[in-house]
C-alpha cells in the first residue's frame, strides 16, 4: 500500500489534530459558539477541531507579586474584564464569564493591569512559589 499524503488544508488539520490527540496535547472541538475538551479517543468527520491553546497568565511581574499579600495564590479575569485574586485555586464558569471558588475567599483587584488580548478563560495565573 502506498503512503497516504493530506490532499488539502482541511485533510492537513485533521491529521494534526489526530497526532495531537495521540500524543497528550489537549483538543478541542467547536460547540455552537463555544470551545470545548474533545475527547482523546474520538473523532468525527463532520467537526471542528482546533489545538487548544495555551494559557495566556495575567501580566503580572513578580515584583507586582511581591506587593500582594502571599495569602493570594491566584488571580484570574472574567470575561467582563475585571481581575480578582484567589485564595484557593478557582474554576471557570463557561455559561456565567466568570472564575468561581467553592468559598468566599476571592478579592476584585485594585491593580491596573494591560489585558489586550488575554481570552478570560484561559487568564488564569498561579503566583510563584518563591515570591
Not at 497528550?24 to 459558539?33: I, L, Q, S
Not at 475527547?39 to 500582594?68: C, F, G, H
Not at 493570594?72 to 472574567?78: E, G, H, L, Q, T
Request: with cysteine; proline share 6%; charged share 25%.
Amino acid at each position: 500500500m502506498e503512503k497516504l499524503t493530506p490532499q488539502n488544508k482541511h485533510e492537513e488539520h485533521l491529521v494534526q489534530v489526530l497526532l495531537a490527540k495521540m500524543q497528550g496535547v489537549p483538543v478541542e472541538y467547536k460547540r455552537g459558539a463555544d470551545w470545548c475538551r474533545a475527547v482523546p479517543d474520538s473523532v468525527s468527520l463532520n467537526t471542528e477541531y482546533r489545538i487548544a491553546p495555551q494559557s495566556t497568565p495575567l501580566p503580572i511581574t513578580r515584583n507586582m507579586w511581591r506587593k500582594i499579600s502571599k495569602k493570594w495564590k491566584y488571580a484570574a479575569m472574567d470575561k467582563d474584564g475585571e481581575v480578582y485574586f484567589y485564595i484557593n485555586e478557582p474554576y471557570a464558569d463557561k455559561y456565567g464569564g466568570c472564575w468561581n471558588v467553592s468559598s468566599n475567599e476571592y478579592c476584585r483587584s485594585v491593580l491596573f493591569f494591560n489585558i489586550d488580548g488575554i481570552n478570560w478563560r484561559l487568564s488564569l495565573t498561579e503566583r510563584p512559589e518563591d515570591v
